[in-house]
């Protein structure tokens, strides 16, 4: 390509470039009106940006993919909603974590994310309102439920939101000054160690130890200060902690995914694609269980997902959580929630919620 076919392309992609600009700011004069107009009202409308995102990438036609496009536009509603206030959002840490990746892909690069010692503390700063959301992960297409966000989402007011799928890829991390010592300790979260047991299995010595922490990014701290181990944890975990890969995907399964919810005080509209998430409970009795799916099957819902955990009221009891898509104010879903209210011993609605678009 000739020099000149080259200034072609570059002065037209300088002139798009200055009509990008001027199209963002305006539409980020436009966001700052609304927020004017909504005064102390409620900022961020899950809804609104899901319906946003899924009309983008049905406008989407190359060469960018849909999701690309998505992304950059998540980024742009974060920028814009940042002029009306930032949102702050608790998460486990310490930084690097999973779970704050998941945030920032939901959230975008604007809001303000919250290192928080435990999922407990997480929920407990969003109920008493310092902070205004909390994601936090619900299950992972390897290891099944996190059961503690399952419990506390039992007795916590806080209202899901929304969801974010994130493919988890988990590495081998050293200091670049400890790559040649031998590994004597692996430091990781439980999830993350059952994960990449099978790798661990044929890749590391059997006596090398190992240690479960709080989160992966804990795991990474620890191996930047310590001589002789190494950590699993992703990409984000080893630029904050300056650690090397001394392997990469290491996860068993290949497609491993992890979701988590994002809970707050308010309830979300109806979007289209949404799905709704409940508790419910049954006297422990013969057909228990088929007393509480009957209505879900009887008004045409599908359920996506059925959980067991232990009730705290009393020995061999149980609550199940309950994925179902649509959203609590359809008329089928309504006539669901109906029925299982005059059945049931227990029914909480989690929440209604528009599905993951990116």
């Known amino acids: 390509?000739?020099?000149?076919?080259?200034?072609?392309?570059?002065?037209?992609?300088?002139?798009?470039?200055?009509?990008?600009?001027?199209?963002?700011?305006?539409?980020?004069?436009?966001?700052?009106?609304?927020?004017?107009?909504?005064?102390?009202?409620v900022v961020y409308r899950p809804e609104r940006e899901a319906q946003?995102?899924?009309?983008?990438?049905?406008?989407?036609?190359?060469?960018?993919?849909?999701?690309?496009?998505a992304?950059?536009?998540?980024?742009?509603?974060?920028?814009?909603?940042?002029?009306?206030?930032?949102?702050s959002i608790a998460y486990l840490?310490?930084?690097?974590?999973?779970?704050?990746?998941?945030?920032?892909?939901?959230?975008?690069?604007?809001?303000?994310?919250?290192?928080?010692?435990?999922v407990d503390?997480?929920?407990?700063?969003?109920?008493?309102?310092?902070?205004?959301y909390v994601v936090a992960p619900v299950e992972n297409s390897t290891e099944g439920a996190v059961g503690r966000t399952l419990d506390l989402m039992v007795a916590s007011p806080l209202k899901i939101c929304g969801e974010v799928v994130l493919r988890i890829h988990h590495h081998l991390l050293r200091r670049a000054d400890d790559v040649e010592a031998?590994?004597?300790?692996?430091?990781?979260?439980a999830q993350a160690l059952a994960q990449c047991h099978e790798?661990?299995?044929?890749?590391?010595?059997?006596?090398?130890?190992?240690?479960s922490?709080?989160?992966?990014?804990?795991?990474?701290?620890?191996?930047?200060?310590?001589?002789?181990?190494?950590?699993?944890a992703g990409q984000a975990a080893a630029e904050r902690y300056q650690l090397v890969k001394v392997a990469e995907r290491i996860e068993d399964e290949p497609n491993n995914t992890t979701r988590f919810l994002v809970l707050g005080h308010q309830e979300v509209d109806a979007t289209g694609e949404d799905k709704s998430s409940l508790i419910v409970a049954a006297p422990n009795c013969a057909g228990a269980l088929y007393t509480l799916l009957a209505p879900i099957a009887a008004n045409g819902v599908s359920m996506t997902k059925l959980e067991s955990r232990p009730a705290r009221a009393g020995l061999w009891e149980y609550v199940y959580f309950i994925d179902i898509e649509g959203h609590r104010t359809d008329a089928n879903v309504q006539a669901a929630l109906e029925a299982l209210r005059a059945s049931a011993a227990f029914v909480k609605i989690l929440g209604s919620y528009p599905l993951a678009v990116i």
């Open 71 to 87: 992304r950059l536009f998540r980024e742009v509603m974060s920028e814009c909603l940042a002029l009306e206030r930032p949102l």
């Open 1 to 41: 390509m000739s020099d000149h076919q080259l200034k072609i392309h570059r002065d037209a992609i300088d002139s798009i470039d200055a009509q990008v600009l001027d199209l963002l700011n305006q539409r980020a004069s436009h966001a700052r009106a609304i927020g004017e107009i909504k005064g102390g009202g």
């Open 199 to 211: 790798w661990l299995n044929k890749n590391l010595p059997q006596d090398v130890e190992r240690v």
């Open 52 to 69: 946003v995102l899924r009309r983008i990438k049905s406008l989407n036609r190359g060469p960018l993919s849909s999701e690309s496009v």
């Open 213 to 232: 922490v709080a989160s992966n990014a804990e795991a990474a701290r620890l191996a930047s200060v310590e001589s002789g181990v190494a950590a699993i």
């Open 121 to 132: 503390e997480a929920f407990r700063l969003v109920e008493a309102r310092t902070l205004d």
């Open 93 to 118: 840490g310490p930084e690097g974590t999973f779970t704050q990746l998941a945030a920032i892909k939901h959230f975008g690069h604007a809001a303000h994310t919250v290192a928080c010692a435990s």
């Open 182 to 189: 031998p590994i004597r300790r692996v430091y990781a979260h």
